[in-house]
């Protein structure tokens, strides 16, 4: 490192240096990660490391007009690199692992200083990661942990909308990835299997092939700042933040108490933690592969519910399925079928809605919703039942019509033939 | 009072053939139809190789018929506001008896009249039936496909179905770039700067009051034309002096020909019924592939291939002036078309209607495949 410095000394004269470098950074920098000209930070650092230009392309701090002095302090006006780096201008250098939190915290924790630039941005970030696992352990010495450029990066730090962030929604399973996943660096401290599960989960299907960006990736359930894993008692609250309705009913069960009881994680029981699948009406019976039966068996009280509730969606999805051949039918041969249509919508919202007071646990409760869903699936075949018999009564009408009309045309075709056959 | 055959008695002194004819005698003095009567009587259609043409105008009026015949049936029902008019046309097509049987028709006969028309238009073009001193017919005719293509247009839009209403935001921008009035058109047309009910109501208007009115008259002057000139002989068939009677005998044909086209619109009607699709919803984004319908196919094409500029003029304007030219072209055809007018073959613009047409099939089957 010092050779270097001292190579850079070499190419860079006090008086020459600054000019030659900057016009050089000018030739090869993007136009919106041009420093000023006078910056002598880049000026020289741009010799020692040729990427660091094109790193900081698109950073937000230097976007805001914050320049390496911004964190790493310093005088990047003077062109003596002794005097730009000395402690007594203010120069931190590069932080350690240790001194990162403090290092972004100080603006980042400031309200006073962050609302010149984003007034709606939180301060807590630092607050938050002493709380989190990351936090705990680098508190504890552990300088291997995560810290904010972990996760940020260092230089070329994107706002999280940008699509280019690694925390932005889509980025960020590869992100937590990097170190969770790579079974060298965690050490058998964790598993490392996490992100290989999330990756076939019904969340990253939503949000990667679906590109739904409201679908829950990994800081949507452990926290960001204060990442940690949810505790047994809290993975309902977890998973309510988005599935309320499925989270109340499941207070309401006869599981929930008994559930804490067995100090068993709640939702994760039946639907697994990161390779959530696709609930499926299959998971719910007596028999394998219907998750309740891992749990209770055959013959026994939940079991017998397990098995009613199992039919009551069975037998609304059938009838729905039955009505929708009807409507399809009659649509394709061009009858008008949009209130059937409708009606069948309004059939599979009530499925949707019987799906969700399963979590319920109470197969009185779920008759009464499949109930109402049935209701409106035998209106809907109705409607497509009608529509059918209207297509043969216009069918037949249409015959009717034809003959009559064959026959006045044969009627006046031999009306023609009466009045111009010759005159005997 | 007096009876019919007393009347009839008193005013010809000759005593009455029969209670029918007595009849037809009675309202001939009181309507005044003897001229008319006369005419039909001693009216005549020349028969050649080509007399099958004559039945296309018959064809399309009797199209017209059903068209303001179905139009006043759905209008009992109709109600023409962005809020209302989707849901009462599938109140029409669900709950009316027989209500999409009529709205098919109305539908299916619109197009098969522009359809006929075409046909009947480009029939006499190519029989040189514009010459003197039918000059008049053919404008009030080119004039007539005109105003069909405006009930087209405008008929489009009252479903207030989603294609539709991009249809129409697309086709009432084109006027736009006309100088000076353009911006004016266009918001004449929709009655704003957007598509909205505004723009619906307008065009409801247009459909069943203003187009209507200049129908009745243009097509009132065609008529009579037709009448008092009688049909036009096609160049070369004048030695052929084979004829047949209008009443019975042409007449008599007509009426196969409206059986058979209610045949077809019966079969369509019943096997087809016309699609009335989703609602509009402005706010939306628009859907793939809007196209108008199939007349005007062939201009949108054209307007779509010509580039964005073309020498300093935009492509746009300059397919817009070239349609505009074009028109005006067209009417003017039995003025421009002397050795025609002077009963010389003019193979020129036998030529020029050839191109005309296959300009309109090709850009039409380029823009059904596009």
Redesign the interface.
Known sequence: MRRDRSQVRKSCPKVLGPVICVGLLALFSPVSAQPKAADSCVACHNELDEGLARQMEGDVHLQKGLGCVGCHGGDASNADQELAMARASGFVGQPKPGQVPDFCGKCHSNAGFMKRFNPALRIDQQAEYVTSVHGKLLSQGDQTVATCVSCHGSHGIRPVSHPQSRVYPLNVAGTCGKCHADPSYMKSRLPTDQVAHYQKSVHAEALMKKNDLSAPTCNDCHGNHGASPPGVSSVANVCGTCHTRQAEMFRQSPHNASFEQLGQAECLVCHENHQIDSPSDRMLGSKEPATCAGCHSEGDPGSTAADSMSRSLAGLAGQLREAEKLVARAERA???V??ARFGLSEGYDALVGARVVVHRFSAGHLKAETDRGMAIARTTQQQGEQALAELQF??K??AA??LV??L??VA??F??QQ??RPKE | MKSTIELEQETTGQPAASRTEAARQWLRHRLGTGPVEEMAAHKTVPVHRHTIWYYLGGMTLFLFTIQVVTGILLLLYYRPSAEEAFESVQFIMTDVSFGWLIRSIHSWSANLMIATLFVHMFSVFFLKAYRPPREMTWITGVLLLFIALGFGFSGYLLPWNKLAFFATRVGTEIPRVFPLVGDFLMRFLRGGDEVTGATLTRFFGFHVAILPALTTAILGVHLWLVQSHGMSRPPGTEQNGKEMKFVPNFILRDIMGWLLALGILAALAALFPWELGEKADPFASAPAGIRPEWFFLFSFETLKLLPGHIWFFEGEALGILGFTIGIGFWLLVPFLDRKAARGLPSAGFTLIGAAVLLYIIVMTAIGFWS
């Open positions: 061009g009858m008008e949009s209130r216009r069918r009408g249409l019509s034809l009309i064959a006045a045309l006046v075709y009306k023609i009045i111009e």
